[in-house]
């Protein structure tokens, strides 16, 4: 079966500062995985995917996450935080007959001004 | 293009009681999940569909049932709340293609507060 596992429940950052995400997958075949955000009281939205096209894949609002297999990790980075970034971030595998996705437990990200 | 909507946004049952969640897409998309929420755990899928008339199970099936009567709807009912229940409930849609990596569209959510 496979599994992605987020490092970090919480993650707080000052503006303009890195933003680092982490997320690790358990996979016995090629994963494709995503990144999803969830704004206060929303649904999920995608911020990228990897598709095995690239291995740096880049997504919306600035962010982008880097597939390296010899680590089983997609870790989602932006250079410069934004107040607007404060959400909750979730990291995804796809699986099954219909792509079912798994997902990890989530991280929030708190931007401190 | 209203894309997934919820209905309803927010619901208080009493434990034993049943209810009906609706989903709804204007996508045509063939793929119909449903997920649910809880603090420190992500999104557990409970049932998916992978078109009109058929439903499957997901992790967390026990006490839901859901109907695809049409393609674009996709119920989600409890028949009888517990308040182990009490979650936010994500209905979600995506295309059926051949690549694994298609995008899964996300409605608002609906609360749900069993007591």
């Known amino acids: 079966a496979q599994s992605v596992t987020q490092l970090g429940s919480h993650v707080s950052v000052s503006e303009g500062a890195l933003v680092l995400l982490r997320c690790n997958y358990s996979s016995s075949v090629p994963p494709y995985l995503f990144w999803y955000v969830q704004y206060p009281n929303q649904g999920l939205q995608l911020l990228l995917k990897y598709t095995s096209a690239a291995t740096l894949v880049k997504g919306i609002n600035g962010f982008e996450a880097e597939f390296k297999k010899s680590e089983t990790s997609f870790h989602l980075t932006k250079p410069s935080a934004h107040m607007s970034d404060a959400a909750e971030y979730f990291c995804a595998v796809s699986s099954g007959s219909a792509r079912q996705l798994t997902f990890g437990s989530g991280t929030q990200l708190t931007v401190l001004p | 293009n209203a894309g997934v909507t919820q209905t309803p946004k927010f619901r208080v049952l009493k434990t034993g009681q049943s209810m009906t969640l609706l989903c709804a897409q204007d996508m045509n998309h063939e793929y119909m999940y449903w997920y649910r929420q809880d603090p420190g755990m992500g999104l557990r899928l409970i049932h998916y569909?992978?078109?009109?008339?058929?439903?499957a199970k997901g992790e967390v099936p026990d006490g839901y049932n859901v109907s695809r009567l049409k393609k674009q709807n996709f119920l989600l009912g409890l028949e009888s709340a517990a308040p182990s229940q009490t979650s936010v409930y994500f209905c979600a849609s995506s295309y059926s293609t051949s690549r694994w990596a298609e995008t899964q569209y996300f409605g608002p959510g609906t609360r749900l507060l069993v007591l």
């Open positions: 569909s992978v078109g009109e008339g058929t439903t």
